[in-house]
């Protein structure tokens, strides 16, 4: 499979507890988008890499979000001393960025997405 | 403030119906426009992009259409079928200076049979 994947599907875990989301964008793609969405919403942007660099962040990602990509391969998105507001589901999105004709390609891939819920 | 909205936010038709969700944005200059469908508790799953160059794109039943000038894009369903149910979302990139994509809320769409 070729496609945009993400561990764990599920998590849920107590407030104050740190966890860590893994996406492994397809295996081609140099841009990698983290967002956050909860029931009824549209996705939330949180934070950009190209390759390895962490280009754009919200200011939705507090102090206790932090995201890596080493190698410009992988990411992981950790979340420490969770709150229940922290509940949401989390998106990870790759694309491949090249300019064609002086045009941006970019079409954005999602995975399953990774359900938080803090109790 | 760089928006994106989408109306209807639910819409439920007959199967077989045609049917014009829309999405509109608050500022011309944008990079590319994609559509979206998701499921429940699912990712989004990519239906149409649509670069900044171009009006329209076309994948099966799905037409979207894109109108820099008055900020609006539509995608266009034809013969809907039970299986179209699921939230149709939209996300720009505007051209300011800025990577992300910004969504709208989303149509929650409901094709009775």
């Known amino acids: 499979d070729t496609g945009v994947s993400q561990d764990p599907r599920h998590k849920i875990t107590k407030r104050g507890q740190n966890v860590t989301f893994r996406c492994d964008p397809i295996s081609e793609h140099n841009r990698l988008y983290w967002y956050r969405q909860t029931l009824g919403q549209g996705p939330e942007f949180l934070t950009y890499f190209q390759n390895e660099a962490q280009l754009e962040k919200s200011r939705l990602l507090s102090d206790r979000f932090s995201a890596e990509r080493p190698k410009g391969s992988f990411s992981t998105l950790e979340i420490q001393r969770t709150e229940q507001g922290d509940s949401a589901m989390y998106l990870c999105?790759?694309?491949?960025?090249?300019?064609?004709?002086?045009?941006?390609?970019?079409?954005?891939?999602f995975g399953e997405g990774s359900r938080l819920t803090v109790l | 403030k760089q928006e994106v909205t989408q109306i209807p936010a639910a819409l439920s038709v007959p199967e077989g119906e045609n049917l014009v969700l829309n999405c509109s944005f608050t500022d011309s200059a944008i990079y590319n426009l994609q559509w979206f469908r998701q499921d429940p508790g699912k990712g989004l799953t990519s239906l149409l992009l649509?670069?900044?160059?171009?009006r329209e794109q076309t994948s099966g039943r799905l037409n979207a259409s894109l109108d820099k000038s008055s900020g609006r894009s539509t995608l266009y369903i034809a013969a809907s079928q039970p299986g179209d149910s699921a939230t149709y979302l939209c996300a720009v990139r505007y051209r300011s200076g800025t990577y992300k994509y910004i969504f709208g809320t989303g149509t929650r769409l409901k094709v009775l049979a």
């Open positions: 999105a790759s694309s491949l960025f090249t300019m064609t004709s002086g045009r941006n390609t970019g079409e954005l891939f």
């Open positions: 649509i670069q900044s160059s171009q």
